[in-house]
């Protein structure tokens, strides 16, 4: 149980465009997930916290115009990076917590973003 | 403001031995501990926690951890290491028994030689 996916596993995209990844809890009702972003070889930093049918919460120095979550459902949250640039080429992750008694995360796969 | 650290980018160890993978933190108030470990181009897997009780906690894989308040550490232990184990491993603290997001530690290699 408690799987958690993501979509698409790996992206290439233009610079100037947008591209929207896809976080899905697969067994479970996520009433919060998190999104994460990975530099190489460093650790995961937290970019926004995002509750079933609320904005979300953006960590200090995270762009909200730049990177859209949409948690419209306690399955699905959406990440998209609009007007992508070479510097927002990194390794995404999101993570989902079921009930208010669960202490546990569960990370999806990650997204590899590439932008040219 | 809440911080891990983990002194080590990496460690080696032989098959059959034991291993620790070193991990301190910093917070105000109660800390609830996780580590992950991760595999190349994967998320992250869940190993186990310390939210309350007995400091030592079992997780999976045969991985155990101490919780020592007094030092602010939260070791990752395993008595005899697998080739299989060598992967990254983070060190994570939440101030919300993991309802908020996690501050992770920047990651250990481990390393098992044959």
């Known amino acids: 149980g408690a799987v958690v996916s993501q979509h698409p596993s790996r992206v290439i995209c233009k610079s100037g465009t947008s591209v929207k990844i896809e976080c899905r809890s697969l067994d479970f009702q996520a009433t919060t997930m998190f999104w994460y972003r990975q530099f190489p070889k460093q650790s995961l930093m937290l970019m926004a916290t995002?509750?079933?049918?609320?904005?979300?919460?953006?960590e200090q120095g995270v762009e909200k115009d730049k990177f859209l979550i949409n948690h419209a459902s306690l399955t699905l949250s959406t990440l998209t990076v609009t007007s992508a640039h070479p510097e927002d080429s990194s390794f995404y992750i999101c993570?989902?917590?079921?009930?208010?008694?669960?202490?546990?995360?569960?990370f999806g796969p990650g997204t590899r973003l590439t932008v040219t | 403001a809440q911080s891990v650290a983990q002194p080590e980018d990496q460690v080696n160890v032989a098959e059959g031995n034991p291993l620790t993978v070193k991990c301190t933190y910093s917070?105000?108030?109660?800390?609830?501990l996780f580590w992950y470990v991760q595999y190349p181009n994967r998320g992250l897997q869940f190993l186990l926690k310390?939210?309350?009780?007995?400091?030592l906690v079992k997780g999976s894989y045969g991985f155990e951890a101490e919780f020592n308040k007094s030092q602010t550490s939260f070791h990752l232990k395993k008595p005899s290491a697998l080739v299989s184990d060598s992967a990254l491993y983070f060190c994570a603290v939440s101030l919300f028994r993991g309802a908020d997001g996690l501050t992770f530690g920047k990651g250990t290699h481990l390393i098992i030689q044959p």
């Open positions: 917070v105000s108030g109660n800390p609830y």
């Open positions: 993570s989902a917590r079921g009930s208010s008694y669960s202490y546990e995360q569960y």
């Open positions: 310390y939210i309350t009780g007995d400091n």
């Open positions: 995002s509750n079933e049918g609320s904005k979300a919460t953006y």
